[in-house]
């Protein structure tokens, strides 16, 4: 078991050296004629209401001619608006947009099989994280809801005042808890509660020997200041479980592996490094213990890859005072959609892999994930 278990953490980990290359490169030759891929919707909003386009929309097409050095224009719905209408901050911003499909590339009739390695350049394989990712106040504010697990969706209020919701612990994959919990942050510290949904995992029938139940309980944590990289909290389980659902949670248990129910407290804590691969809008590798389980992993939201935006999600659990260690992959594919929703959603597999039921290592869950771009990213 421990060689199958080495041999997935080989397999999942041999992906990132791809990761390190790029579309696009700053030496390479400017690109003059391109269209903006709609990823900032506060600069998309911006250049509309600079050129009095009301109401804005921030997944308008917008195509850039620079071609002209006397004659550099912007097409936004089919019109045609100068350059020189926007501000000389709006206009160094779409200059500078990273995110271009150039409308002047060649396609052959070998580009069916060599365009993606004639677009592939070694550039920038990690680049400093945003101002707000870093804060420790603020670093919760998160545009993305997901489905099962992840980083938390962080709505700020005011200031450093905001709210943050989660569907599934930080560390979960599909169909593997039960838990939701919600929080109000302020300044760093947060509270909130936690509970249950039973239906996040009812459906699955197999494998549920390592699965994570919880009843309901409150949760208090705090960001060390000078920067977003230690965070601890504690968390306390008040409900008791009732005999049915115990039951319930327990009939797939074995002698040697058994699903984890929460009870009592638990200390936890999370150091992470914020980071951008692949010009990703969010990004962190991180070490953690939860409720008694050790994690490390890497997450990172709208990477670009060859043309291709995703999400990645990558987390290894080799210890828990319960349950199997376990392997979670998770890759949502953003960019199927047209219009407004071109970045507003991805949707892809989220796997686990552990000791299956009969003792063997291998897939013990798997799921179609989803996450919500509900927001501008920073």
Known sequence: MKHNALRVIILLFSVLPLFYIEAQTEDEEQILFYQMEPFDDSLFIQIQEELFIDPPDPKSEIIVDLRDQNNQTLSIKSALYPLLALTPETRAKIVTYPFKINLEENIHY?????????????????????ATQISSSMGYVNPFLQAFGGERFGLPIKNDIGFSIGLGTPYSGPLETNLIEANIHILGLYGGAFTKIDELIDIKQENNHNNLYTTSGFQ????????????????????????????????????????????????????RYPVSILASTRGKFYLAKYINEWHFGFTGR??????STFDLRIDVMPHSDVRQPQYLLDVLVQKIAQNWAFSAFAIGPSAIFSTTEDGKF??????????????TSL
Do not use: C
């Open 110 to 130: 070998g580009s069916v099989f060599t365009r993606v390695f004639e677009r592939m350049r070694v550039n920038k394989i990690v680049s400093p994280p945003t």
């Open 220 to 271: 208090l944590g705090y960001t060390v200041p000078f920067g977003n990289f230690f965070q601890v909290s504690y968390m306390n389980v008040l409900d008791g479980m009732s005999p049915q659902d115990s039951a319930k949670y327990v009939k797939y248990n074995t002698e040697d592996y058994k699903a984890k129910i929460m009870h009592g407290s638990y200390f936890n804590w999370e150091f």
């Open 302 to 307: 709208e990477l670009s890859f060859a043309g």
């Open 362 to 375: 291998g897939l013990i869950s798997i799921f179609a994930n989803l996450r919500l771009k509900i927001g």
